[in-house]
């Protein structure tokens, strides 16, 4: 099954806006056996959305179009594909009493304007949108289908995994699943060496990938149900974690950060962090995950030099070995353990900008990691930019957490 997505917006062809959407249909495709052949962008325009809408609608078995579902005059969306089709557009009974009653629970008056919101054509089933105003349509004509979804991704995803995804797997005749093993600590090299002939698997396929927490493998199998498929992924699943063993610490969606708090939820541990380069950020990451309360206790952001003193650091391990030292994340790992009470205690010091510190190149990070008895200790040096530079540091952090916490 061929299809295309057209990404519509004026905001999209300015670069006020990435085009997000795109990225995650294409992603969910393969599952489904279809072939993404075309992705358009394409402005707020009449003509040229008819002509990109018309092109897609005869070349394509299915379409994808995601924005211009608004109320305003340049929300084009509706009317170009009923243009297209030569179907007339009018105002659904039910649709337009949602709406109303959308915006009277919010105590808001309800502009006219959004009527053309509560249209649909003949050939439309309407696609419901709980987080916003405008609803999808799926059009269904002639052997072809365009998908209508709207622009912002929070909307567009949650009526894709509650309406279009469903619908996709009852019409698919094959499935493409995948389980991607996430793992640290070893190189693309080393993980392609170490699974051998695994590579020369067809069905199921390994792929392998660097990403900024690791090196990925992910293990994609097709077949005509979703069960078959994930029954040949089985045996290659496990005998790549035989292999590679310690090294996964998480699969799919996982983030590192929650694979580390659910080691010390296991252990029955909490950690306290004093970051300096990182600004917050390692914070900031650790508690995204949920059920974060549990094990995270706090973190000091200590950028400035008194500060790291104020709170535990001894003056003479900062005047001795200077700020960005060993000594000196050892010092705050253990004056975040001491100051927060917690279990364990992480410290960062570095340098996030570009310029040269203490003798150091920039992006040089010192990191430790203590519960009172052990010390763990990882320098390096990266530097992409200052935003990389602080990115990178938060992956090391956890990366070093995550060993001290597997070696007790």
């Known amino acids: 099954m061929r299809a295309e997505i057209i990404s519509i917006g004026t905001e999209i062809m300015l670069g006020e806006i990435t085009d997000t959407n795109a990225a995650f249909i294409a992603s969910k495709l393969p599952q489904f056996g279809i072939d993404l052949l075309y992705v358009t962008q394409v402005g707020d325009d009449v003509a040229r959305l008819q002509e990109v809408i018309a092109r897609a609608w005869q070349r394509s078995d299915l379409v994808f179009t995601t924005g211009g579902l608004g109320p305003t005059e340049d929300d084009l969306t509706r009317e170009c594909v009923a243009a297209v089709l030569g179907e007339q557009m009018t105002v ?55 998908v209508v979804m709207p622009g912002p991704p929070a909307e567009m995803t949650h009526m894709w995994e509650r309406e279009v995804d469903p619908e996709l797997e009852r019409r698919s005749t094959a499935v493409l699943v995948s389980r991607t093993l996430k793992t640290s600590g070893l190189g693309e090299g080393s993980v392609d060496e170490r699974l051998g002939d695994l590579w020369k698997s ?67 541990l909490t950690l306290g962090v004093m970051e300096s380069a990182t600004g917050g950020a390692i914070a900031d990451a650790i508690t995204d995950g949920e059920g974060s309360t549990e094990y995270f206790l706090g973190s000091l952001v200590t950028y400035a030099t008194q500060a790291k003193i104020d709170l535990g650091v001894p003056g003479g391990v900062v005047f001795t070995h200077g700020v960005i030292s060993e000594a000196t994340a050892e010092a705050m790992a253990r004056a975040a353990r001491e100051r927060l009470g917690s279990d364990v205690g992480l410290g960062i010091t570095g340098i996030a900008g570009g310029a040269e510190m203490e003798g150091q190149p920039p992006g040089t990070m010192h990191i430790a990691v203590t519960d009172g008895d052990r010390m763990l200790y990882r320098q390096y040096a990266y530097y992409q930019g200052r935003e990389a530079a602080k990115r990178r540091a938060v992956t090391e952090s956890l990366n070093l957490l995550r060993s001290f916490l597997q070696s007790e």
């Not at 439309?124 to 949108?129: A, F, I, S």
């Not at 990925?216 to 149900?225: E, F």
């Open 92 to 146: 659904d009974a039910e649709q337009e009493a949602h709406l109303r009653q959308w915006f009277a629970q919010r105590t808001r008056e309800f502009p006219e304007r959004n009527l053309k919101q509560a249209t649909t054509i003949p050939s439309c089933r309407v696609l419901p949108n709980p987080r916003g105003t405008a609803p999808g349509w799926w059009v269904q004509r002639d052997g072809h289908v365009i």
């Open 202 to 268: 067809a069905n199921p396929y390994l792929g392998i990938y660097a990403r900024r927490d690791g090196v990925h493998v992910r293990i994609s199998a097709k077949a005509p149900t979703r069960e078959e498929a994930w029954a040949l992924i089985v045996p290659v699943e496990q005998e790549v974690r035989r292999i590679l063993g310690p090294a996964i610490w998480g699969v799919d969606d996982d983030s590192l950060a929650a694979g580390v708090g659910k080691l010390l939820r296991d252990a029955g």
